[in-house]
């Protein structure tokens, strides 16, 4: 897959930014995670794919440092958010697919440190997105209605995007610290489609928890169980 030049990312410290070699952004920041660190950054950029990553390092044992998935999902939304034309929405099926305007964009990926069990601090995670660039070299895009592009929708610069999705990783990460989880998550939930007109929606623990006007709860599988089910991703990247 042919991979373009980025121009310059301004990022906040302490990321440190790592060219890709190729699509797979997860599986090189995974080989990069035990020797670079915290705060390293791989970015592809290819005609019909843009796709970063990031190297984590949390303090938390794995049950709650799990929660940094839905934090990144998050700043992911945020920074499409404002770098797309108002007028339409930003949202997310939980827990791992991002809609635009209602059309699979991407998505989120995740890995954690082989080993790590729930009661253990993990040396490391990375989290992944990876999103639609562009749908030209598709003969028909037309007959591809569930999907579209960053180029499509007029997004801006993926150079800005990235840098304004790392400055939104700072701040929650700053939040989680300051002001409790809730204070992260409750922006996640805010963003889950469909929209929730009546009950309550929330997470506990690793589950998201529907609760209708009725009482009645509907609980999703577990967050690491969940991923990859709503059916976002091929083998190859995000389904056209």
Same mark, same amino acid.
């Given at each position: 897959? *042919? ?7 301004? =990022?906040?410290?302490p ?9 797979? !952004?997860?599986?090189? /920041?995974?080989?990069l995670?035990?020797e ?10 290819? @005609?019909d ?5 990031? %190297?984590?390092?949390?303090?938390q044992?794995?049950?709650?440092? *799990?929660? /940094?998935?839905?934090?990144?999902? %998050? ?6 958010a ?7 929405? !930003? ?14 964009l ?6 954690? /440190? ?7 601090? @993990?040396?490391? =995670? ?8 562009d749908?030209d070299?598709?003969p ?12 499509? +929708? ?26 409790? =989880? ?6 996640? =939930? ?9 009950? %309550?929606?929330?997470? +506990? ?30 083998? *190859?990247?995000?389904?056209?």
């Amino acid at each position: 897959m *042919q991979t373009t030049k980025l121009g310059q990312i301004l =990022l906040p410290p302490p990321f440190r930014l790592h060219p890709a070699t190729g699509p797979d !952004v997860l599986a090189q /920041a995974v080989a990069l995670a035990p020797e670079h660190g915290a705060g390293t950054l791989i970015c592809h950029a290819g @005609p019909d794919l843009l796709a970063f990553a990031v %190297v984590l390092e949390p303090e938390q044992k794995l049950a709650e440092a *799990q929660m /940094a998935f839905p934090l990144g999902m %998050v700043a992911l939304a945020d920074a499409l958010a404002a770098h797309c034309p108002p007028e339409r929405s !930003v949202r997310l099926v939980w827990p791992d697919e991002l809609r635009y305007d209602k059309a699979r964009l991407g998505g989120g990926r995740f890995a954690i /440190a082989p080993g790590t069990g729930p009661d253990d601090v @993990p040396d490391w =995670l990375v989290f992944a997105a990876e999103l639609i660039a562009d749908r030209d070299h598709l003969p028909d895009p037309g007959r591809f209605p569930e999907s579209t592009s960053l180029t499509e +929708e007029t997004f801006d610069a993926s150079e800005d995007i990235i840098a304004t999705f790392a400055s939104y990783m700072m701040l929650y990460f700053d939040r989680w610290a300051h002001d409790g =989880l809730d204070a992260v998550t409750n922006r996640y =939930l805010m963003r889950i489609d469909p929209p929730l007109l009546r009950g %309550v929606r929330r997470l +506990e623990g690793d589950q998201l928890v529907e609760i209708t006007p009725a009482g009645a709860a509907k609980r999703s599988a577990p967050l690491l169980e969940a991923l990859n089910g709503s059916g976002w991703r091929g083998p *190859q990247g995000p389904k056209l």
